[in-house]
């Protein structure tokens, strides 16, 4: 079995650096720099088995992709987890009209940021079983 592929929605290129060192060992990975190219990549019919994504994003914030990805039929299920530096991240979260599976604070720490990673893969692998 391949590995899993998180699809990762940030425009900082450090950030993007950072995930792509921590992360690629363990998981498929596909780099977008804003939410126009994530949805264009999605919208070729590409399926990620999980989102990564920034809120705080130029044009198309992350709030709002990550709500036209759960208004859609086909994303509706695909798990999200927010990873922003925004300071007010908890409330931000709270006030979004649809949930997201985790959240974590820039700047993260690797491991924690991993240990999210797969207790969503494993919360969402027994609930299709």
Excluded at 11 to 37: M, Q, R
Excluded at 55 to 66: A, C, R
């Amino acid at each position: 079995m391949g590995k899993k592929q998180i699809l990762i929605v940030d425009d900082e290129i450090t950030i993007l650096k950072l995930l792509n060192f921590v992360l690629s060992a363990d998981y498929d990975l596909i780099i977008k720099n804003s939410g126009v190219e994530a949805l264009t990549w999605l919208e070729e019919g590409h399926s990620p088995e999980l989102i990564l994504s920034d809120l705080e994003m130029p044009y198309f914030d992350g709030s709002s992709f990550i709500h036209n990805l759960k208004i859609s039929g086909f994303y509706r299920d695909t798990p999200v987890v927010i990873l922003s530096g925004a300071s007010n991240l908890e409330e931000r979260v709270a006030e979004m009209r649809f949930n997201v599976d985790a959240c974590i604070p820039k700047p993260f720490n690797p491991t924690q940021l991993k240990t999210a990673l797969k207790e969503v893969f494993t919360k969402f692998e027994s609930i299709a079983r």
